[in-house]
DNA sequence: GTCTATACAGTGATAGAC
DNA sequence: GTCTATCACTGTATAGAC
């Protein structure tokens, strides 16, 4: 059985399951073959930094996603528009809390210290995002920083409960009351 | 040099450390000999079961602080007071935003699949113990319980970002603003 | 009760055949 | 570009001396 062609950017969702899933140190090369179908050879032809290269790759991606669907929609379009677009994709991207955030569980054990450009990054930018568009809305800097702020807080807040009790229904629960403290 | 007395008890702060800034897989047998001062034999001697013992023993002290500092008084004591006082205990607890929750952050990779039930019973528990304490103070069953839930989630979203953002202030803020939704 | 020595599986990573 | 074979090393865990 020949492979057929795969590049590399087949391989970033695959292995983006798997850090999401298992953490940075508990994402084995083993895991990672077994997941991706590619051996240790391939992996390190695409990747020759190894594992910190893949986790590389896989932040950035997840930053790209977050960046054309839910932070340029904030900062260009019309901000009622672009904040419930940003709850709808969020519920979408989350799978109604079934995933995890990524860059999120990067953030609580020593892999922060691997990447934090890119960890510190993704957060700032969203919250200044949202906090621009609750300013274009008609709030003030201070509110609007502090609703942002509150509301990204609260996603990742939600992702943590919802596989901690298990509670299928809380994320989605969770965020129509996060939107509706943005209406405050 | 002979060791002094150094019982289990001593030695389950130092692994609750570990466990909190590694994660329970970045969290070595090497990384903990090194933090506890004690040989792997004797880390054995405390704990026959291995990592996932001593994982068990952290867990559960981390549960009896919370329960003799934060459920038990929301549970019992006059609703105003105690919820003041959970909001000072947790700032303190976490050490404004600098300590992760170690529960929380078990329960985000498959290491909540190896303590499922500590985990659920944890934030349960913190839930149903806020909420019974905002009923006591006046509010309905659905709206102390959204409100509730609202508040934990928070606490933990507030410490991905803070950790995240290494905004130190962002916790103690966080949590002032947690405050005043619960008064709403 | 504490340690050192050790077993042995699994880790990330590399070399080289095809 | 993909694989297998193999490397040196670290992982958890155990045995047994003191």
Redesign the pocket.
């Known amino acids: 059985m020949v492979?057929t062609?795969?590049e590399k950017s087949d391989a970033i969702p695959l292995l983006a399951e798997a850090f999401r899933e298992l953490g940075y140190e508990g994402a084995?090369?083993?895991s990672i073959t077994a997941r991706t179908?590619?051996?240790?050879?391939?992996l390190?032809?695409?990747f020759?930094g190894?594992?910190?290269e893949m986790a590389e790759a896989v932040l950035d991606h997840v930053d790209c996603w977050f960046i054309a669907h839910v932070f340029q929609p904030l900062e260009e379009e019309e901000p009622g528009a672009a904040i419930a677009g940003m709850w709808q994709a969020v519920d979408a991207y989350f799978r109604a809390g079934q995933r995890v955030c990524l860059i999120g569980a990067f953030a609580l054990d020593e892999t922060r210290d691997r990447f934090p450009q890119a960890i510190n990054r993704y957060f700032v930018r969203w919250i200044s995002a949202l906090a621009g568009a609750l300013i274009r809305a008609g709030k003030d800097e201070k509110t609007a920083t502090q609703l942002a702020e509150h509301a990204v807080l609260g996603i990742q807040g939600a992702l943590v409960l919802t596989r901690a009790t298990a509670d299928g229904k809380l994320f989605t629960r969770a965020l129509e009351r996060l939107a509706a403290v943005l209406e405050i």
């Open positions: 492979k062609v795969f084995t090369l083993s179908g590619l051996s240790k050879g391939s390190y032809h695409f020759p190894g594992k910190e």
